[in-house]
């Protein structure tokens, strides 16, 4: 027997269910009485019944697409009155991220005279596989890359890719911005010439704030073997409380860190709308005069715009860890890591 989902009637063939639709039902329409549902703010168990899994399954998504990260925040805030551990359910967050491969490196060469940097094998999986296989590990699928040099080589699947051919003129927050139709709800902000074990991207992602920087405290121990990258390049950071005051290179007196940013950072919906905003300003003011630490926004650093950031207000937090992390700036830093990875990559 075939069961009419809109009265209850029964029938013998599919044929005959349809001919007492047509003639019945013509004029019913499954929208009106959703409708109506809808707006008495709540679904009737005889309207979802009447959806079919198909349909419900399309309703699910879309109320997930427009409202997942309310229903999460709800969901999680009531386990958290209820006393339980939701450490784990960062997973379930729609969380995009963003990794920036577009720069050269001349002082890997002649490493990357084929590749670009982010291909170099450290032990058996390349620099990027390795971050691909963290990010997926804690829950984020969407992954985006910008590539530059030699980016037709990166070919990972399930990638996303935006290229930016004027890498040799341009700095990393260009490259990043060519990806700019990406940030429109929270995601994760990578340099591709990092290591990083995912016990820092968990640490990451249980953060709150709606931008936040990933520091070494530990900054100083990459650097006492560590030649070919002097510390006047390290991207140092000071600090008050749990926020950032000051970020960049040849900015702050070692002494005077409270760490290293490593090319690893957050961003909510809010942080990354904040983001935008501040960087089409900078478009519109110093496009072609100095900002911070480079000649032009174009040819800025990432830190150069979150410096401008915190110049203006908007609050950036820190998220210490100590050790965990390797830079593959150098071929004296590609020779120590792949020699040393697992003490490189210890969690002090």
């Known amino acids: 027997m075939i069961i009419c989902q809109i009265c209850g009637a029964s029938f013998k063939t599919t044929q005959g269910l349809a001919g007492h ?46 409202h997942g990260q309310q229903i999460l925040d709800l969901y999680i805030e009531e386990l958290s009155r209820q006393g339980l551990d939701i450490s784990s359910l960062t997973k379930l ?9 577009a720069g050269e490196s001349n002082r890997l060469l002649p490493l990357i005279s084929n590749k670009p940097a982010c291909l170099l094998e450290i032990g058996d999986k390349t620099i990027l596989s390795r971050e691909l296989e963290h990010l997926r590990a804690c829950g984020i699928n969407d992954i985006v890359v910008v590539r530059g040099y030699q980016g037709d080589k990166i070919r990972y699947p399930a990638v996303r890719y935006y290229d930016n051919r004027d890498y040799r003129e341009t700095g990393i927050l260009r490259s990043l911005f060519h990806a700019k139709e990406e940030m429109d709800d929270e995601f994760i902000f990578c340099y591709a010439d990092i290591l990083y074990t995912k016990a820092v991207l968990e640490l990451l992602l249980r953060e709150q704030s709606d931008i936040s920087l990933v520091v070494d405290t530990g900054w100083e121990s990459h650097y006492h073997q560590r030649k070919q990258h002097p510390v006047s ?58 900002f911070h630490t480079s000649p032009s926004v174009d040819k800025a ?48």
């Not at 998220?319 to 150098?330: F, K, L, R, S, Y």
């Not at 020779?335 to 990559?345: A, Y």
């Open 21 to 66: 639709k047509r003639l019945r039902h013509g004029a019913y329409k499954p929208g009106d009485e959703l409708q109506k549902a809808f707006g008495g703010k709540q679904l009737h168990r005889k309207v979802l019944n009447s959806l079919g899994d198909k349909l419900a399954d399309k309703l699910a998504e879309a109320l997930l697409e427009s």
């Open 233 to 290: 390049e390290a991207e140092l950071v000071k600090v008050e409380g749990n926020r950032i005051t000051q970020i960049g290179r040849n900015l702050i007196e070692p002494g005077e860190a409270h760490g290293e940013f490593i090319g690893l950072a957050r961003f909510s919906r809010k942080g990354a709308e904040s983001l935008k905003v501040i960087h089409g300003w900078a478009m519109e003011n110093y496009r072609d005069s100095a």
């Open 93 to 101: 967050r729609r969380v995009r991220a963003i990794i920036v491969a």
């Open 301 to 348: 650093a990432f830190t150069d715009l979150v410096q401008e950031l915190i110049d203006q207000g908007y609050p950036v937090c820190h998220v210490d860890i100590h050790g965990g992390w390797a830079e593959i700036d150098t071929v004296e830093d590609f020779d120590r890591v792949s020699k040393e990875l697992e003490s490189v990559l210890k969690v002090d």
